[in-house]
């Protein structure tokens, strides 16, 4: 079975691009997790879809980022423009329904703006 | 404010020198604690979930215990491809579907 998997796995831009993240959960998972962990911090919470539904946005740091996730399957992360500060790593992660606290992990985009 | 403490930061060991990484953690509700394992440049791999306090999970090397107010993550007998870095994070029933992570220990097992 197929891991989550992220694309890119690195992605290099200059502040006020945009750049597109994209995620692939694993199959049959309806639940999916952004998370970003800038330098020197923890892993921080974004946001959950439940199928296409935003669950829970609570920890999307402002307007300039937006998630899609567009008939339940793969979800995009956009940020636009993109800021010196949105430099981190940014994990996708799925889990198979609401009572399942398992969270399985993508190996995450390295972002870097310059 | 649901919070998450980790210690040590980093902790280097012999091989077969066996030892425990904390996890000390503030919640209102626990769901789940859980542990990872996060090898450099990849993703978190799960390993563990404990749900209440009492409860015990082994893997291989690993045996993971949980209390009211910490976990521990013991290791036995370590070897080098136990090198990692090791997370511990919360789901409380006030943070809905988040979970909350610690900042991690970075295990390094001498050969």
């Known amino acids: 079975e197929a891991g989550v998997t992220q694309f890119p796995s690195h992605s290099v831009i200059e502040k006020g691009q945009t750049v597109t993240l994209r995620c692939d959960p694993i199959?049959?998972?309806?639940?999916l997790y952004w998370y970003r962990r800038v330098m020197g911090k923890e892993i921080k919470f974004l946001l959950h879809?439940?199928?296409?539904?935003?669950?829970?946005e609570s920890g999307m740091p402002n307007n300039r980022f937006l998630a899609e996730r567009t008939g339940g399957t793969y979800s995009t992360l956009k940020v636009q423009p993109a800021e010196l500060e949105d430099s981190g790593v940014y994990f996708c992660a799925s889990s198979q329904d609401v009572g399942s606290y398992e969270q399985y992990f993508g190996p995450g985009t390295r972002l870097t703006v310059t | 404010e649901d919070q998450v403490t980790q210690s040590p930061e980093a902790l280097r060991l012999q091989e077969g020198e066996s030892s425990s990484l904390n996890c000390s953690y503030t919640v209102s509700g626990l769901r789940g604690l859980f542990w990872y394992r996060q090898d450099p440049g990849k993703g978190p791999e799960f390993l563990f979930t404990l749900y209440s306090a009492g409860e015990e999970k082994e893997k291989e090397r690993l045996k993971a215990t949980l209390t009211k107010k910490e976990s521990f993550l013991h290791i036995t007998a370590p070897k080098p491809e136990d090198s990692a870095t090791y997370l511990c994070?919360?789901?409380?029933?006030?943070?809905?579907?988040?979970?909350?992570f610690g900042s991690g220990t970075r295990l390094s097992i001498r050969p």
């Open positions: 199959s049959g998972h309806d639940n």
């Open positions: 879809f439940v199928k296409e539904s935003k669950q829970d």
């Open positions: 994070a919360v789901s409380g029933y006030s943070s809905a579907s988040k979970i909350i």
